[in-house]
Every structure is written in C-alpha cells, then in structure tokens.
C-alpha cells in the first residue's frame, strides 16, 4: 500500500510504484511491512530517508525531500526492511519535474551585497553553525499532526528564485517570505525542539526547530526571538515576532525547511496530511 500527500502518484507495474514531484516538494510515503522489521530505512539520491511507525498496523511512513536544485528526471528510491534474519527491499521511483522559478532583481546596499572582511568572516562562521545544526539527527519524529503556516501574512512566492542583487546573480533563495507586520506572532510550525537561536549577518534573529528524523524549520529576520536552544516546543507555540533583522528589505518572516540534505519549500509540508491514529486534531 502506498499513499502519498502534496504529490499525484500513478501506479505502474506492480513492483514499482511512480510518483512525480516538483522541485523543492515534500512527498509523504507510506509503506506497509509486516512481521515488526527492526528497522525501515530509506534511500534517495545520496540522502537517508529515515521510515517512522505511523501508528496504523505494520504502516512506516517517510518524508521524502525533492531539493529545489535537483534535476528534472525520473530517480530511483529504495527503502530496506531490515528484520532480525533479513532483508527486503522495496524500489519506488520518483519522477522529478522541474519548478519554475522565478528571477527576481533587489537593489540593496553595498555594505550588504560585498561584506567587508570582517563581515566574511563573521559570515562563515555563522554558515558553520547552521551547518552543524542541520547535520545533527535526532533518531525520532518530534510530532504527530500536520505542519502550520507559523504566521498570517502575504506569501510572496520566492522559493526557488533566482536572485539578482546589485546587479550580481546571487544562490537560489532556499526559502519562502510572507510579509507581515512588524511584531506580528510567529508560531512553531510544529513540536520540535529548538536547536539554533542566535543573531545573524544575513538571517538577523533566527531561530532553527529540529522536528527530528532530518527535518527542521526556519525562521529568519525576526524582530524578537522568545525561545531558548535547547527548549522544547509545541506546533502552535509562539516562538518570536515577525521583523526585519538581517538583511531584509522590510518586516517578514523568511520560513524555510530542511529536510535531510534537501531545500524543500515549507508550504509543501504544511499541505501534507497525516491521517494517521496517532495524528492529533486541529483544534
Ligand atoms: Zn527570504
């Protein structure tokens, strides 16, 4: 049985089940392996995709991550099942269709766009740290109900774009911005525990919420941030106000995800639905 949300998916020959993605999506597999394997352990690309228990009988379920960078083609993922006195494995693949993104033209100052040495270094050391924040694994998944939207706001649809600053192509923009007012509530998109708070060059106060397996949301140019690392917190809790911290050109929050060495747009996590027992209800 498989299922999958954020995503259509046909069914091809018996043995191998076909799913087509857009760059930077999320697709929800579910898989059912019976006889209570020790582990259920994906592959995609060169990324673990680690299976969870859903809580429905013999069910695993994974989140799989489609980088806004990977290329438009048809990729095979493996998932091993792996039992006390052996193995199986299932093969899916995944048909990668190509987002378009657009390109987007910012003048900004200088002083912004070419950091001074010092700015460098501060730069890279900040790159370090998130770096570091993203490859930890916490070995179990955080939450139960489907990811929230953690602010009301306008969504500017910059995922993916291409960025043009002063004139000089910049990296793809790796989240999305929704404009809000300035000190407007930002909410945890769902329980996690907090595993980055600090004040950056370019993402001003951020603050970075590990949900476990190899998922964590991002929060960026926040006017305040009321969370410490280390805390736990629950979807819906309010981590921070909305600003311009950072280099933003006015009060928004940049969301973001990082699913297991991928750059996935948030708002194709807060589409998919869990209809898990063990999913919690929208209050
Ligand atoms: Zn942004």
């Excluded at 998916?9 to 191998?16: I, K, L, M, N, T």
């Excluded at 305040?224 to 809790?237: F, L, N």
């Amino acid at each position: 049985m498989l299922a999958v949300g954020g995503a259509s998916y046909s069914a091809q020959a018996a043995a191998e089940k076909v799913f087509t993605a857009k760059q930077g999506e999320v697709l929800y597999l579910t898989l059912i392996a019976e006889g209570n394997p020790a582990s259920v352990q994906g592959r995609f690309h060169n990324r673990s995709i680690p299976f969870f228990k859903t809580g429905r009988t013999d069910e695993f379920g994974a989140l799989v991550g489609i980088d806004m960078a990977d290329e438009p083609a048809p990729v095979g993922l493996k998932a091993a099942i792996t039992y006390p006195d052996g193995r199986q494995e299932r093969l899916y693949r995944v048909v990668v269709q190509a987002e378009k993104f657009r390109v987007q033209s910012m003048t900004l100052p200088k002083e912004q766009v070419e950091p001074d040495a010092d700015a460098l270094k501060r730069i890279n050391r900040e790159q370090e740290r998130v770096k570091a924040v993203l490859a930890g694994l916490t070995p179990e998944r955080l939450w139960a109900a489907g990811f929230l939207v953690p602010v009301e706001g306008t969504v500017t649809g910059a995922f993916g774009s291409k960025r043009i600053l002063n004139g000089q192509t910049r990296n793809q923009h790796s989240g999305e911005d929704i404009a809000a007012p300035l000190g407007a509530p930002v909410k945890a998109a769902n329980d996690g525990i907090v595993r980055l708070m600090d004040d950056q060059f370019f993402s001003g106060i951020s603050v970075i919420l590990d949900h476990g397996l190899g998922l964590f949301t991002m929060y960026f140019h926040l006017d305040s941030a009321t969370v410490k690392e280390g805390a736990r917190v629950k979807r819906g809790d309010v981590i921070g106000t909305v600003g311009h911290s950072g280099r933003a050109t006015g009060p928004h929050l940049h969301w973001a995800a990082w699913l297991n060495g991928s750059r996935v747009n948030p708002f194709s996590l807060a589409k998919l639905a869990f209809s898990s027992p063990t999913t919690k209800t929208e209050p």
